[in-house]
């Protein structure tokens, strides 16, 4: 595990410094040996670095350019069609995802390509293969990453002191120079424990995942949704204020205004919630199928036209169905007064096993609309199990 002593560790500023730094001299080698091959690969792994750094869609799209074209005058390489298949999977094209790993059936057969897998099979709601399979990677490799990922399952279906163990055991296999990986497990860790309502423990991981990588926007905005719930309202906006100006994503802003209305500011929200409209409409008009559930959320909430809100979870749900677009289809049809339709989308939710107290509120809040009070309240009483009091405020990045 890497050393909670941080001092001299690079931090966010740094790494993405360095990131346009590198980008820059391999773009020269690239122009001057046009043959080098390597060079170019990892020109297009430092594209995606990048991207994943600032979370700036733009980023991403050049990232896709440039390893697309390198697929197109190379061929179908593992090490591209790999990182083509991160970045398609991360924009909800799971089309694009399996086309690539058919057209490179060695990626698919090697530890990188059977976890990519289990991520469409778990995006497709085949979580009990999802599970097989990060199973037996960890009989025969203990990788970081697959622990991580069957932490995430376990998290979601209820088995959570199980997925903090194995998200501990991920952290055992960093060293001391992979921070960023060290920091993402730690707000992993956190938003476990926020979402069992443990905040001291929340708390606590977000803090280390500061520590550890310091000046990241991402745990940044973790730690605002950790500082509503422990109602420090003023400290949340600062901070989240300081977010929006570093991380030019649309959720963010529409988090922002969110919280501005949550202490009373509405009409401060207003410009927040604008550009997250236009920012997220802007994206659908280039293909970015990825804000189908945003704009599913952002409608069925403060956008206020309900009906646009099915039209977009609709559309998630035929992208990959599984818990999380049949729950959020469930909750725009209680949006919609369509209660016999919603009770249906959200028992498919449940029956999955899954175990979130978001879930268990919507399914509670459609129940009590049929008139189902005994299941509302038993329902309701589960959400509360995992969750005590009424969650302030949920960080939709």
């Given amino acids: 595990m890497p050393t909670e002593n941080c001092e001299g560790m690079t931090g966010y500023q740094e790494d993405f410094s360095r ?121 025969e490799r203990e990788a970081w990453d697959d622990l991580a990922r069957l932490a995430h399952w376990k998290s979601r279906m209820g088995e959570h002191d199980e997925a903090d163990a194995l998200l501990l055991r991920a952290e055992e296999q960093l060293s001391a120079k992979e921070m960023p990986s060290y920091a993402w497990l730690e707000l992993e860790r956190g938003a476990l424990a926020l979402s069992r309502g443990k905040l001291s423990h929340a708390g606590h991981h977000y803090q280390r995942a500061s ?36 991380a030019s994503k649309p959720e963010l802003q529409q988090a922002f205004g969110e919280i501005l209305v949550l202490v009373g500011r509405d009409e401060e929200a207003a410009p927040y919630f604008h550009a997250a409209e236009n920012a997220y409409l802007a994206s659908l008009e280039t293909g970015g ?65 899954v175990c979130m107290a978001s879930i268990f509120l919507t399914a509670a809040e459609l129940h009590q609309a049929a008139g189902h009070a005994e299941q509302a309240e038993s329902l309701s009483c589960k959400a509360k199990a995992l969750f005590p009091r009424p969650q302030r405020f949920h960080m939709h990045i």
């Fill in 19 to 139: 990131t346009l730094e590198d980008i820059a001299q391999l773009v020269q080698r690239v122009q001057a040996e046009p043959r080098d091959v390597s060079t170019k690969v990892r020109w297009a792994y430092r594209r995606y670095h990048l991207a994943n750094l600032t979370g700036d869609e733009a980023h991403f799209d050049l990232a896709r350019e440039v390893t697309n074209q390198l697929l197109e005058a190379l061929g179908s390489r593992e090490d591209l069609s790999f990182l083509k298949a991160q970045i398609e999977g991360r924009y909800h094209r799971l089309d694009l995802v399996k086309e690539t790993l058919q057209t490179c059936p060695s990626l698919a057969g090697r530890p990188e390509g059977r976890s990519i897998k289990a991520d469409i099979d778990f995006q497709e709601g085949r979580y009990g293969m999802a599970r097989e399979i990060l199973e037996a990677l960890i009989d």
């Fill in 211 to 246: 520590r550890a990588f310091p000046g990241h926007w991402r745990i940044d905005a973790h730690i605002v949704e950790w500082l509503l719930e422990e109602e420090r309202y003023e400290e949340a906006v600062a901070l989240m204020r300081s977010v929006v100006a570093r």
């Fill in 289 to 353: 199928v990825h804000t189908y559930h945003h704009l599913a959320d952002y409608y069925g909430g403060v956008g206020g036209r309900p009906d646009e809100a099915l039209a977009y979870a609709r559309k998630d749900l035929a992208l990959r169905d599984n818990f999380t677009t049949q729950s959020a289809l469930a909750w725009c049809l209680l949006k919609t007064g369509q209660i016999e339709e919603g009770i249906a989308q959200i028992q498919r939710a449940l029956d999955s096993g």
